[in-house]
């Protein structure tokens, strides 16, 4: 292996106000993911924006290929993108577009009108490539903040944050706007302004105290920056195989998110469409997964420094697995509880302790995921690897929402969910083969040809 200096983690972490700084971007971007994603705009798409009653079927599916249409741009440009913030030391500058771009597509959701699918999918690509693509361009400072020791907790901190601000926005939103239907459209579409403003103003610490490290070499005179992103992400995918630990834990990401991202994009629309559940038990779910999800986001982020962040994500799959069968089973679960203890709950009722479980699994999962990706990375490779890391992720919610998609327009919304409940069995049959000690000292031994 050629050689040069090894990159190695910083031994102390970053001042606290710049660990701050990156996590607020977490508690920012949330309003996007939420609002947009998971509790409002998905709900009023399908049932008021489409409204192909009664069982949503084409709104579903189209909401599906409008989230992969998205995700698979981010696949295409995040390597790339990386690797030219890495050689130009970007970082902190490509962030900043991503996060305008965020802003000014999702406000432009409130003049879509009832009927008009194609405005309203092509916002929706759009604002959800930059909110994607600027996810992983804020992750690859993570393995700048502190030690790799420290990087769990420092994750669990951003995702915990992450679901605070997302509880912050959308109970603002769901009291002052109310519920997703045709009649009160008028007031509901002011979601999309809402969320981009939240983004807006919650981000700002990002950008004050949030520094760029690493150096920027010359540009060479006889290439142009897209032509050596796109030679440096060709030399990075023959250097990973060096890193068969993180190679492996990608694999595993793939499965690991395909199963998240369905949850993210379809858990409310599930709760509508299959449970019946009236606006005060949904409004009730959305605040038990983001308490629920920021505890597991924090409280996993301490354990990875405890027992290990590999042993820490498996545990978080495992516990995945419970929430998709207690999601599965909630209309068995209520008949039994009524039957056995006499109980009179109804299956949205139920259908909340699922929403533990999920919240749970949600936050722990994706921040041990991170942790995890940090700790085997390289220094001096952290955005194109984390450029990786998002192709593996957002590929995969192109493969698990379009997934889903296609089997719940076969066979009903209900039995497609177990769809889920396979992915996450995969994700943990291929990350059992990860050594964390031996990927650490792959990434801190890593070298590679100095660029001219």
Known sequence: MPTAAPSTPPAQLAPKREIFGWAMFDFANQAYTLLIITVIYGDLFTRVIVGDAPDYRLGNLLWSLALAV??????????????IMD???????FLWVSYWLTIVTTALLYFVEPGWLIPA???IILSNFAYAIGEGFVASFLPDLGPRKTLGWISGLGWGMGYIGGLVATAFTLFFLGEVSAENFDTIRWVGPFAAGFFLIAAIPTFVWLRERGQSKRQPSDSS????????????????QYFRDLRSLLIS???AMAGVYIIIAFSFIYGAQVIGWDDQVRALMFITVQITAALGAVGFGW??????TRTTYIMTLCLWLLAILAIWQTPSLTELLQQTFGLQWQAQHVFLFAGVLAGLSLGSSQSAGRALVGVLTPLGKSAEFFGFWGMSAKLAAVFGILGL???QWAFGLADAILFCLVLFVLAIVTVLPVNERRGEQAADDWTSVPQK
Do not use: D
Request: net charge positive.
């Open 70 to 83: 998205s995700y698979l741009m981010v696949v295409v440009a995040n390597p790339v993108c990386g690797a």
């Open 87 to 93: 050689y130009t030391a970007s970082r902190k500058r």
């Open 121 to 123: 999918m092509l916002l």
């Open 225 to 240: 920056l897209l032509q050596l992103g796109v030679a440096r992400v060709v030399s990075t995918w023959h250097e990973i």
């Open 253 to 255: 990401v793939f499965f």
């Open 303 to 308: 354990l990875q420094s405890q027992i290990g």
């Open 405 to 407: 998609g296609l089997i």
